[in-house]
């Protein structure tokens, strides 16, 4: 569990100019390397753009690193056991887009990609205490940048699951790669989806740096996370 907890510390600490997109790919295919239970694909733009992912590419359109979707399939059970699914947002640098978010504190925008890297901590501990479950990390990996293809206010877009989007401010641009991403989700039949992703500092202003907010559809599945939060001291707080 420490070594997994370092492997995401580790990724989220580096600098947006090393941690990129690519570099996030590069690091889950080495994480999969000589592991018989691990494989790793990971899916280029104009794949994404033949699943019509208008909703994640959007986000990626302003930015000369292109975009990744990266999946990481951890099987320790039969084939037949349904996985659970972990989305891990992965904003390697978030700017804002063009609504630009303040000078004042960018720099920690590198740590917008927190989400992808607790997933990768996650199968890095599995990897060590191969555990009998199967689990897919998906980790939809972009950078949120102002050029002149970038995503305009007011822009509509297309998500995977063919519902048009209006982005009113392009700083919200993590649910536009998360909704792609749990749409592609659907494909593995899971029998549960986490979603982890660092989506506004609003929950800080609500809770404190010590604690999560929880939102769930699965009252079970909520206290599951909530105790299995008190058990490791890394609490969540369900909001509604």
Do not use: H
Not at 75 to 82: D, F, P, T, Y
Not at 149 to 173: F, R, W, Y
């Amino acid at each position: 569990v420490g070594n997994g907890m370092n492997a995401a510390r580790q990724l989220g600490n580096l600098p947006a100019n090393i941690c990129t997109p690519s570099y996030l790919a590069t690091q889950a295919k080495a994480l999969a390397k000589g592991q018989a239970k691990v494989t790793t694909s990971v899916l280029s733009e104009a794949e994404m753009k033949k699943l019509k992912m208008g909703s994640l590419l959007s986000v990626s359109a302003g930015s000369d690193q292109p975009g990744k979707l990266i999946v990481i399939k951890y099987q320790g059970a039969k084939a037949s056991v349904k996985p659970v699914v972990l989305v891990g947002k992965a904003v390697t640098f978030d700017s804002g887009g063009i609504s630009l978010k303040p000078g004042r504190g960018m720099d920690e925008m590198k740590y917008d990609m927190c989400g992808g890297a607790s997933v990768f901590g996650v199968i890095n501990a599995l990897i060590e205490n191969q555990l009998p479950i199967n689990v897919i990390g998906i980790v939809p990996a972009v950078e949120n940048m102002p050029n002149g293809q970038a995503t305009k206010p007011g822009d509509v877009v297309t998500s995977m699951s063919g519902q048009t989007i209006e982005v009113l401010n392009t700083d919200a641009e993590g649910r536009l790669i998360l909704c792609d991403a749990l749409t592609y989700a659907g494909r593995f039949k899971p029998d549960t989806v986490i979603d982890i992703a660092t989506l506004t500092g609003a929950v800080i202003g609500a809770l404190g740096k010590e604690t999560a907010g929880l939102l769930s559809n699965d009252d079970q599945l909520s206290d599951d996370l909530i105790s299995s939060g008190l058990r490791s001291g890394d609490r969540a707080w369900r909001l509604p």
